[in-house]
């Protein structure tokens, strides 16, 4: 995603803060990455995971942002990058407003700054159809869909990558299935860019 030292980025629904420590050590000292969490997570899953993440400053430049994603509060022009590794999907159950929370990361971004998206793709058409609630349907969305929702928001796509594309996935299955079991689902990789001008 162009990940460089001393950025300031935002990891959305960051969960227990795996992707949040690489970017931490991507960016170096003298970056910031905003680690991100819906009161949902830790409703289910507890603080345990993120407190020993992040316990004895082992982790100086990440910062939690424990806020709804529709009520981040966000500075304008204040992040170089954000990133959505794997939990896209996931918006269309915790909000009711996914196209505010993508208008309100482009605000957030300084002009030509990036929105890194990864997720499990879902069959073609099937829009948000597939992204249910938080225990039911397969946990994917429709790449065409994001694409399009992403533009609506104000965002230019820059490049794509094959590198997590699995053809034998029929797209149908949730990505916990028994079936990818040591195997990987099929997963768009996304890059978008608000315009500098």
């Given amino acids: 995603f162009g990940v460089r030292p001393g950025m300031t980025i935002l990891e959305l629904f960051g969960a227990g803060g795996n992707t949040a420590e690489v970017l ?8 910031k990455v905003y680690m991100q ?3 949902f997570f830790y409703e289910r899953f507890g603080k345990k995971a993120v407190d020993e993440r ?12 424990d806020k709804p994603l529709n009520a981040m509060g966000l500075e304008p022009n204040s992040l170089d990058g954000a990133t959505a590794f794997m939990v896209l999907h996931d918006f269309f159950w915790l909000s009711q407003d996914v196209p505010g929370i993508l208008k309100d990361v482009h605000k957030a971004l300084k002009p030509g700054g990036w929105f890194g998206v990864v997720d499990h793709a879902a069959p073609a058409g099937t829009g948000a159809g597939d992204a249910k609630g938080r ?37 149908t299955k949730p990505f916990y299935d028994e079936s990818f079991r040591g195997k990987s689902t099929d997963r768009f990789v996304l890059r978008f860019r608000k315009k500098s001008n």
Avoid: C, M, T
């Avoid at 931490?24 to 970056?31: D, Q, T």
């Avoid at 994001?146 to 053809?167: C, H, Q, T």
């Fill in 54 to 65: 992040l316990a004895n400053n082992r982790l100086p430049n990440v910062v939690r942002l």
């Fill in 37 to 39: 969490n819906p009161d």
């Fill in 24 to 31: 931490a050590r991507a960016v170096g000292p003298n970056g």
């Fill in 135 to 171: 225990d039911k349907g397969p946990h994917r969305i429709d790449e065409a869909y994001v694409k399009k929702i992403f533009a609506e928001a104000g965002f230019v796509l820059e490049a794509s990558n094959d590198v997590l594309r699995n053809p034998a996935d029929d797209r």
